[in-house]
């Protein structure tokens, strides 16, 4: 084992000690952050849509001719 991984201890105390180290969002950026992945989630859900009506229109009328 090298001495890199025996280093790597998990202990709760080093565990608090880093969450506190981390920058948390405030309630305005998270609603921010949160409202821009829903957005893009919607706006991608209706391209990839219209490209699913756009194919099947274009096999259906392969299909057909």
């Given at each position: 084992?090298?001495?890199?991984?025996?280093?790597?201890?998990?202990?709760?105390?080093?565990?608090?000690?880093?969450?506190?180290?981390?920058?948390w969002p405030t309630?305005?950026?998270?609603?921010?952050?949160?409202?821009?992945?829903?957005?893009?989630?919607?706006?991608?859900?209706?391209?990839?849509?219209?490209?699913?009506?756009?194919?099947?229109?274009?096999?259906?009328?392969?299909?057909?001719?």
């Open positions: 084992m090298t001495k890199e991984k025996k280093d790597r201890v998990y202990s709760p105390a080093g565990v608090i000690r880093e969450l506190k180290t981390v920058k309630f305005k950026e998270l609603m921010s952050t949160s409202g821009m992945v829903i957005l893009f989630t919607v706006l991608f859900g209706v391209y990839f849509f219209i490209c699913e009506l756009l194919a099947s229109g274009l096999i259906n009328f392969i299909v057909k001719a």
